[in-house]
Nanobody, 126 residues
Framework: QARLVESGGGTVEAGGSLRLTCEAS?????????VGWFRKTPDKEREAVAA???????SYQSDVQGRFIISRDNAKNTLYLQMNDLKPTDTATYYC???????????????????WGQGTQVTVSS
């Protein structure tokens, strides 16, 4: 079955950077699927952070626009999230997600993503 495994989380001071990695396996259409990142804190609903379509088009939540960069390496079935100028408000558990179908329009709706990773914790201290 499909499996998404995140890595790269940790603790960093405000203004610092982290790079999250997500390795996908168990399905043969990673390169054609919209994939992305969501995040969740205990006191907030999960929210989309960024997404990248199979054709490479990217979308960002307004709060991370200009600070985060999403990218993918289809040859390695791997998704990345470069996070720069981190703020304490970026503290959350970050989840890698993938749609279950090929070439479907990317959205920021959690219900459109059928594959989820276990999450990796990002903590930004002030």
């Amino acid at each position: 079955q499909a499996r998404l495994v995140e890595s790269g989380g940790g603790t960093v001071e405000a203004g610092g950077s982290l790079r999250l990695t997500c390795e996908a396996s168990g399905y043969d259409f990673f390169e054609a699927a919209c994939v992305g990142w969501f995040r969740k804190t205990p006191d907030k609903e999960r929210e989309a952070v960024a997404a990248i379509a199979g054709d490479g088009r990217t979308s960002y939540q307004s709060d991370v626009q200009g600070r985060f960069i999403i990218s993918r390496d289809n040859a390695k079935n791997t998704l990345y999230l470069q996070m720069n100028d981190l703020k304490p408000t970026d503290t959350a558990t970050y989840y890698c997600v993938s749609q279950r179908v090929r070439w479907r329009q990317c959205t920021f709706s959690a219900r459109d993503f059928g594959f989820w990773g276990q999450g990796t914790q990002v903590t930004v201290s002030s």
